[in-house]
């Protein structure tokens, strides 16, 4: 744990890092975790909790934090190939 001074320097602190993978914010306050979850420069931001898993949903980092995504459309587009077909019948 790292004592701020308020939600600004711990957004910053947070950001001033080569990695992004996951973050969390608490709070009790909707509009104030929206703003942060926004700004956070993580491929995964909780509010209120950490770690809770959804597989519908992209699982990745940014900056130096992992190699794409998993789960999700994004991660099943990996194994995928787009092909257009245009037919005049």
Request: charged fraction near 20%; include cysteine.
């Amino acid at each position: 744990l790292v004592r701020v001074a308020d939600g600004e320097e711990a957004l910053r602190l947070a950001n001033d890092s080569d990695f992004g993978l996951t973050a969390s914010v608490w709070t009790r306050d909707l509009t104030q975790a929206l703003n942060y979850t926004d700004r956070l420069q993580a491929g995964t931001v909780w509010v209120n909790s950490h770690t809770l898993i959804d597989a519908n949903l992209p699982f990745g980092g940014m900056k130096q934090s992992g190699t794409g995504r998993d789960f999700g459309p994004d991660w099943l587009d990996g194994w995928c190939e787009t092909k257009s077909v245009c037919v005049r019948y």
